[in-house]
């Protein structure tokens, strides 16, 4: 039986519903700018009904930390401008609209809900908008606008003529109701935009859309949203129409309309067929469409945000993931209600924080969510505005230089552990002595040394010294040598020459050793040789080991003294005869030698990272051979400290373990957000970009001339940029920076290019981070998860004097 609600009685629901609209609300502080008293259209806020000891309690009352009596309930906006909304169960629906009563099963597990005239009221429009990203543009500079716009957030754009010659570049939108996750988007990616009615422009041409989704980032508090077009209503206009199957209405009323799934554990409630947890409740909002929204627990909240904003599958560290739940419910709490004139506490994206409900729940961050129940970050007992950002670049900023006002828990901090010894996790030791190198000219000397020594050349490597490779090479040191050449390379050396410890019979031993012919004598000519042979005393050197002496000069296997001399009837070193056997092998890929790239080291264990994006943990010998590159040369070591992304050779000895290593510097440094695909990079623009991207922001000065860095933050980010043009300068300042110019970040430094007359031609912008840089740093709290953090400690490293208190 079809149940039917008359206006009547909608309509005493309504005015029920209206006495607790404008109830007192105690709404925490907005990451937007908020609306200045006065302003036009300013009406007697709306808000809406909460329990109230969930609410966040001010300043001026007591500095105990916060405790409720029960888990708060959120409001979370999935749709704020529909013109029909689908919910649905695969159990059976339940209308849960009526307070303090009963939800009263449907006869239909799927309804359709539309948003009718009750009274005469402004019609939702039906045309498409335009979100205009810059405007004044050459057409070069438009269609390279585009091609940015779609780098940076995967959003299609066109360009739009501005009669006489100019163009300007916008973003289309079908309807209001993407308007916000759209503008979040580009505003995050550093655009600046504004929101008109699309109409039909000549030339207008679209960029090829792109697939690829922005990166999650962390809310922001930079900037008002200029697509806020909710008024406020004084009393319902309009009523909601659901619709079972056909054109009877099921269900009719001009109050918000609720649904529950009676069995919400393994049959939620859908929205256009996506589930979720809790109630989805509907209701007409000032612009005639339909809002709909989200009613559940904090809890069940945050479970279907921890994932989106750190995933979980990306950065699997249960302690991170701790942090990030901390992080993302104090958030909830601190701001909530920042929406309550328009009837929900938060937005599902960037705005507030990333949520995209049951479908997005991963193991891990749920098990985060569980073991932090009722966990938030407190300062002086009252929650924090817990701001997070994707990537900080090393080090995070003070509120006050990106928002403008201070916090005293908000505070610049280093992105890296604050201990003696930071990198003793990741620590790989050997027991081996170190060789007593003095001179800088042995020092590569020694790496071939270890090689050959690990390849199985006898060798006294706990002997080896400066001294010792200075000294002259004996006859039979040499034939062992070789011999053990002949063994790796299963070539049957040549008959043994004499003099073979000076250069020439050394060289033809060696090469008939490693090749077992007369390779160098058959592949060069003897033009080919008194070229290669051009210095001083080459006539010294014997017809008969000159093609090989030639052959191993060209290779880098032997080389000249100081003085551009062989001294050929001199007695070689142990080092320069070492030396060409182990630059020969290892040309020819003869001593064993792997490369891989690390992932933090654990527990003294090397852990590489294969081409099939797994783990690869290898044993490392007690007694292993350590090099590690400072500049330009490898240095033996006793430790080295691998903390994910050095470059690395090594050797794997029969049973398995490595004896021999070699890393140079991770490219990304050492700070704990250095695994972010972000931590570093590079944006350049031409003068006429720079000047479309700033052009809202500053006015009056002419055609921008050049860019300079006026101050910057305890960070190194950018915080006041001067513009320099031709008709006088101007600032822009804060959080704005990096939002006008489109980068990732703002903390960069700034290479000018020049034209041939010496003029700016344009700017390269290279950078760290990705985000406002203020707060948690995500990756960076996997990183200090990786070495050992715990969850507090990870929100102290971040939270400056913040406690970790348990609300309820």
Known sequence: ??????????????????????????????????????????????????????????????????????????????????????????????NASEFNASALPLETARVRIESRMLTPSRPVTDRPYDIEIARSLSRDEAERMVESVRQLTGVSARIVAEPPD????????????????????????????????????????????????????????????????????????????????????????????????????????????????????????????????????????????????????GYPAIEAQKAQAIAARTYALKNRGQFASEGYDLLPTTRSQVYRGLSSENALSSRAVEETRGMIATYNGEPINALYTSTCGGRTEDAENIFNTALPYLRGRECAAEIKAPFAPFLIKSSRELFEIKDEKDLPFARDVALLAVNGF?????????????????????????????????????????DITRPGPFSTALVGSVFGDKRADILLNSADVDYLLGFPDAEQIPANNRADVAMLLRDGAL????????????????????????????????????????????????????????????????????????????????????????PLTFHINAKGEADYLEARPAPGGAAAERVSPFSHWTAQMSVGEVQARLGRSVRGVGAVTDLRVVARGSSRRVIDLEVVGTQGTGHVRGGRIRSALGLREQLFVIDRVYSENNRVTGFIFTGRGWGHGVGMCQVGAYGLARQGFTVEQILKAYYTGIEVTKMY
Do not use: C
């Open 1 to 94: 039986m079809q149940i039917l609600i008359r206006t009547t009685t909608a309509a005493l629901l309504a005015a029920s519903l209206l006495s607790l609209l404008f109830a007192p609300w105690i709404a925490a502080q907005e990451p937007r700018e908020p609306r200045k008293s006065g302003d036009p259209g300013e009406k007697s806020p709306r808000t809406w009904p909460v329990d109230q000891d969930s609410l966040v309690r001010t300043a001026s009352e007591s500095r105990e930390p916060i405790q409720l009596s029960n888990e708060p309930v959120m409001r979370i906006a999935l749709s704020t401008d529909v013109r029909a909304a689908t919910i649905s169960t695969t159990a059976h629906l339940l």
């Open 166 to 313: 100019k163009w300007k570049v916008v973003t289309p939108i079908g309807s209001l109701e993407d308007a916000d996750e759209l503008t979040a988007k580009l505003e995050d990616a550093g655009f600046e935009t504004s929101l008109s009615a699309a109409a039909p422009e000549p030339g207008a041409q679209t960029s090829a859309k792109s697939g690829s989704p922005s990166a999650s980032r962390p809310p922001s508090t930079a900037g008002a949203s200029r697509l806020k077009l909710t008024a406020r209503p004084i009393a319902p206009s309009r009523e909601l129409v659901a619709f079972a199957r056909g054109a009877t209405p099921l269900l009719q009323s001009s109050a918000p309309l609720t649904f529950a799934s009676s069995d919400e554990a393994s049959a939620p409630v859908r929205f256009n067929d996506k589930p979720f947890r809790g109630k989805i409740e509907v209701f007409a909002n000032a612009r005639g469409a339909l809002t709909v929204v989200n009613v559940i627990g904090l809890e069940d909240y945050v479970r279907g945000v921890v994932p989106n904003e750190l995933s979980a599958g």
């Open 458 to 498: 006898s060798l006294p490597s706990d002997r080896v010294s400066s001294s010792w490779l200075s000294a002259r090479v004996s006859e039979s040191e040499v034939r062992d040598w070789l011999l053990a050449v002949g063994r790796r390379v299963r070539v049957v050396p040549p008959a043994s020459q004499d």
């Open 559 to 646: 080389s000249l003294f100081a003085d551009a001399t062989l001294r050929p009837k001199e007695t070689m070193s142990r080092a320069r005869a070492l030396h060409a056997i182990a630059r020969l092998l290892e040309a020819r890929n003869l001593l064993a030698l792997q490369k891989g790239t690390t992932r933090p080291a654990a527990s003294g264990v090397l852990i590489l990272r294969s081409n099939k994006g797994k783990d690869l943990p290898i044993v490392v010998s007690r007694e292993v051979f350590l090099f590690r590159e400072f500049g330009e040369s490898l240095y033996q070591m006793k430790s080295i400290a691998l903390v994910g992304g050095e």
